[in-house]
């Protein structure tokens, strides 16, 4: 069973930063897109982030281009998000989510919470 373990949520004021972390088991990381998505109340899922399997592209959405970085370490089968000027409206349950290069095949974190508020 694919494992996708997100982690580095919580609680940020205005302005401040956050660094997720989405650990991948049982699966061949180094092969799959990593992207991230996130989710607030009320609102459908948004992608916010992708990186690809070598990580030589990225793609940001564009309310969080130049204040958010997607990153890999394929060697630790770990990616992140470094958040850095967070603002009220980036507050949503945050997902990490890989998908097979390959088969296409798909896969989702639990999900972490991060709320920006004073």
């Known amino acids: 069973q694919v494992q996708l373990v997100e982690s580095g949520g919580g609680l940020v004021q205005p302005g401040g930063s956050l660094r997720l972390s989405c650990a991948a088991s049982?699966?061949?990381?180094?092969?799959?897109?990593m992207r991230w998505y996130r989710q607030a109340p009320g609102k459908e899922r948004e992608l916010v982030a992708t990186?690809?399997?070598?990580?030589?592209?990225?793609y940001y959405a564009d309310s969080v281009k130049g204040r958010f970085t997607i990153s890999r370490d394929n060697a630790k089968n770990t990616m992140y998000l470094q958040m850095n000027s967070l603002k009220p409206d980036d507050t949503a349950v945050y997902y990490c989510?890989?998908?097979?290069?390959?088969?296409?095949?798909?896969?989702w974190g639990q999900g972490t919470q991060v709320t920006v508020s004073s």
């Open positions: 049982r699966i061949i990381f180094s092969i799959n897109i």
């Open positions: 990186i690809t399997s070598d990580g030589g592209i990225t």
């Open positions: 989510n890989a998908q097979n290069s390959y088969d296409r095949r798909s896969y």
